[in-house]
């Protein structure tokens, strides 16, 4: 998977799954006593609140790890509008902007000022990622959870996915008192990973339409994508 779907991925998961305040059962001995009970109260309240979730803006950290040793982090601000609107703005001496505008998608890499133009829905390889960014997303359905048996020791509550349809391993890390989503992992059986963190996330803000219009930059090459990633 390449990294452009997988901050795609995070965008979904980052509106979608922002839970509403719930009690602390998920840490507690109860909770481990009755694991399936607990997994599906999760997964219903994720469900209920992505329905209520509108919009999101939030600054994010980016840290990929490759399977050779290669690491690489990164920082920006990520603004996402229910159906399929989202802007990814990379900081950094090299900027990347990357818009869909909910129909196509374009990825703006200022060192080649060169524009990768696709439409959004054959940038994913399955369905249950189109499905959420479009709105219409079925989390039990679609996706097979999971409570790690040995998360983190890092104060989250901890829920991993597997889209039905294939995909690499999703972690999530939720706020223990709110259940915002605060990180994500995805993870390939190649041992490569992406880690990416949102800070201080605003849901149900009003954003600006022209975040989601895309202007190319004067003299940039605007190249079509000649298939599916």
Do not use: A, F
């Given at each position: 998977m390449n990294r452009i779907l997988k901050v795609l991925i995070l965008a979904l998961f980052a509106t979608g799954f922002l839970l509403a305040p719930a009690s602390h059962a998920i840490a507690s001995d109860d909770a481990k006593a009755d694991h399936n009970d607990e997994l599906a109260?999760?997964?219903t309240r994720v469900q209920n609140h992505y329905q209520k979730t509108g919009t999101l803006k939030a600054k994010f950290t980016e840290n990929i790890s490759a399977a050779d040793g290669r690491k690489r982090d990164r920082t920006g601000?990520?603004?996402y509008?229910?159906?399929?609107?989202?802007r990814w703005e990379f900081d950094g001496p090299e900027p990347e902007i990357i818009v869909s505008d909910g129909t196509e998608l374009y990825t703006y890499a200022s060192d080649l000022n060169q524009v990768m133009k696709a439409p959004l829905a054959r940038v994913f390889k399955s369905s249950a990622p189109v499905a959420f960014l479009l709105g219409v997303g079925d989390l039990?359905?679609?996706f097979t959870a999971s409570l790690p048996a040995s998360p983190p020791a890092?104060?989250?509550?901890?829920?991993?996915?597997?889209?039905?349809?294939?995909g690499?391993?999703?972690?999530?890390?939720?706020?223990?008192?709110?259940y915002d989503l605060l990180s994500m992992k995805i993870s390939d059986p190649l041992g490569n990973s992406t880690t990416m963190r949102l800070i201080d996330p605003q849901t149900n803000v009003a954003l600006q339409d022209s975040l989601f219009v895309f202007e190319p930059p004067k003299g940039a090459d605007i190249v079509e994508a000649p298939g599916a990633p």
């Open positions: 109260t999760l997964l601000t990520v603004y509008r229910k159906p399929g609107k989202m039990k359905r679609d890092d104060g989250l509550v901890h829920l991993d996915l597997t889209p039905k349809k294939g690499e391993l999703i972690e999530l890390g939720l706020d223990p008192k709110s």
